[in-house]
């Protein structure tokens, strides 16, 4: 397992501005979390809106006798930093947080010093009122804490060669999401504004030693020191980073896929080994296909062409008529449609521009228009960036199908591993409570790793408001409630119990575990069912049905969100048996069983054999069935029966289950031990034949708005619980049950990470149903091989079938 290091960065792209990028390791050790003694200030520029828009560079210029063997820094900003070295780039943060847990990265700077004159610089951008939903932002500011003495001398304060610029050059681009001419496609946009830059202004070489400073200005300083604890003062209340920094990795463009230029450099390297002219007086065009969803910086190094105007757009995929984007690797006939970036040259050598927050996208087009003065367009690249976590996990069966949908979950989840686990990678760029269940389900079956896992909890927990409810996502600078999410909340807490076990820290959010169920309390009609809220009760994305609407996003007296409450009373009653509170448990687990008793007496029909949704309208939607199997509502025969119903093509349901939902969809076939998932995996074997390199939003025929949207990456998860069958059975994986479903397959090999160690299996099934193979356990774990209504009792180590 991944072991949480807080302050340790071991690999970071250092990229020198406007040169090739060159990869540095750090030392594999733990960084000090804290420094001997904090008296550093918070500076910024004594005459700019500290709440406003605006870019601010900062430099500090010294002297060393010799390099030393080590000097760790502690360092932070708001909005957002990027720090350089003597013109390297060594880090770039803070983690999004809010100002009562402001995170600050710790970095060791040693390795980039030397003997003789040093440089170190900061770029500080603060997006304003405009600012993406996920930032929580008090004012711009900056602050360097060297960890002990010997690195004081870094210390941004009022003595000492600090100097501060505001960059005249940018301006923001709004994003329009709600309609209009310039509007982006596919609704709801959530981050930062982009950028326009006028190179004539920019202070090209800035963080560079040579740079001449002398009209930079004396910064002015916010307070008198960091505040470390919320008991007095104001502002930021500082806390070490509680996930991995972002690795960079220079990622080259390799194929024009559109263009109206003629003589252009070969396919296979259209940029960097030899430039491009693109001619005075002329528009033209150049359409970049990645061939892939990729995030990052993109570098776009251009020379000449004086008043050149060039616009950076970026997309996830290309439109068709109606906006509709069909085979995502058929282009004829499509257009780009995007957030983008607008550069205006001066006619300089070697001007490199880079957006300020990251994109994400597979296209990315060129419009250029040139003056009097040809442009040159010297190289074009993308800067990768997300936290290399190692794949620990492997899945092996003869169906190359599995292999296929784990690559495209897989980098679905890659490219969203930023500061946080985000929801989606172009359009909110947020930390959703529902979204990273199933996020965090398929991460940490693939990575072992819980640093994600552990920091949500907190961060989610940091948002609870007054009535117990906590807002949908965080870091959130607006007010998004949904009830439903904050039950999920609590389900990750068993998540979290079941896979590492540690009553430490589950432990002091039984409170608020209660605080939910309150508030749910107060939303039961007079018929037992959860009824009508002052927020929407959101659920699941309803793909539209010719005649019908679900009731259960409107908080209309809804089975759905009856089952999903008595679901995560279960839930809440094992983590309470787990932690000894034995009457408390009794008392949510009988709550729990109400509930679904309740609702079984009043929606299920039995001729049918499935839910309603509402006992008042015949309105039968697969949700309410699934979440009856997950409640208990029936026995576990009768279950199976339900489940069947379920997944039968002959149910004539009047609202299925989306992409999301099929998490839960899966957790009932690992439950009942119901269905074949090789064929429930046809949505994401279609994904990858309309030519998709992520996992979306909705199912495609919604036409999907998001592309890479981790909560329908969760397959991998039920690669592990539902087709090989490996289920922990006590809090911290200490018993395992392991019981196939293998469908059609005939192998499966695997290894997957718990917090004891590694499980493997090597399964080998006949046509008559015979298992046969291996099973290893960690040391400590022991468990129970379920097959064919016979068990087998496993033991830690090396176990032949």
Known sequence: MTQHLKT???????????????????????????????????????????????????????????????????????????????????????????PRHWRYESIDIATFLKPGKNIIAAEVMNWGADRSHGIISFQTGFLIQGNSDKETFLNTTDEGNWKVLKNESIEEITVHWRGGEKAIVGGFYAANPTDYIDASKYPWGWQKLAYDDSKWVKPSMIFSEPKTTTGYGHGWIMQPRT?????????????????????????????????????????????????????????????????????????????????????????????????????????????????IWFRAYRFVQLDITTKDEPLVINDFYNV????????????????????????????TMKLCAQDNLISDAYYEQMQYVGDLRPHLKAWTALTGDLTYFHSAMEQFNNSRLPDGNITSCYPLKATFVLPTYSLIWIDMLHDLMMQEGDKKRIEPYLGEIQEVFDYYETLIGENGLVGESEYQMFIDWYAPKEGVKSLSNKSDKSAILTLNYAYTLHNAADILEWLGYREKAK??????????????????????????????????????????????????????????????????FDSYANLFYHFYMFEAMEKTNEGNFTEALAPWKEMIAMGMSGTPEKRLEQNPRSEVHPWTAHPLHFYFSVVAGIKPTSAGFKTVEISPNPSDLKEIKLSYPTINGDIKTDFHFDNNENLTGSISLPDGVNGVLKWNEKEIVLHAGFNKL
């Open 587 to 652: 008392y949510y687990r009988s709550e729990g069983t109400k509930y679904a008793t309740v609702t079984r007496n009043l929606c299920f029909d039995a001729v049918k054999g499935i839910y309603k949704d509402n006992p008042e309208a015949d309105f039968y939607d697969q949700r309410a069935s699934i979440l009856a199997v997950l409640t208990n509502a029936h026995s576990p025969a009768d279950s199976k029966k339900l489940m069947q119903k379920v997944l039968s093509n002959e149910t004539d």
């Open 243 to 355: 996930t991995e920094i972002q690795t960079n990795r220079d990622e080259k463009f390799t194929k024009i896929a559109r263009t109206d230029l003629k003589k252009l450099p070969k396919a296979d390297s259209p940029f960097g080994q030899k430039t491009i002219t693109i001619p005075a007086n002329s528009t033209h065009s150049i359409l970049v296909d990645v061939g892939y969803e990729t995030i990052g910086y993109p570098k776009l190094d251009l020379s000449k062409g004086k008043n050149s105007d060039i616009l950076v757009t970026y997309s996830e995929a290309l439109y068709g008529e109606g906006n509709l984007k069909g085979n995502r690797n058929d282009l004829e006939g499509k257009v780009i449609k995007g957030i983008h970036d607008h550069y205006t040259m001066d006619g300089g050598e070697r001007r490199v521009f880079q957006p």
């Open 8 to 98: 340790s960065i071991l690999t970071i792209l250092l990229s020198v501005f406007g040169l090739t990028a060159a990869i540095a390791q750090y030392a594999n050790h733990t960084l000090p979390q804290h420094p001997d003694k904090w008296n550093a200030k918070w500076i910024s520029h004594p005459d700019v809106d500290k709440t406003a828009y605006g870019l601010l560079h900062f430099r500090n210029t010294f002297n060393l006798d010799a390099a030393p063997a080590s000097c760790i820094i502690h360092v932070t900003g708001d909005n957002r930093y990027r720090l350089y070295v003597n013109g390297t780039e060594v880090g770039y943060g803070p983690q999004l947080a809010d």
């Open 384 to 411: 990768y960036s997300a936290s290399e976590f190692p794949l620990k996990a492997s899945f092996q069966t003869e169906n190359s199908d599995y292999d296929a949908i784990w690559d495209l979950c897989w980098k």
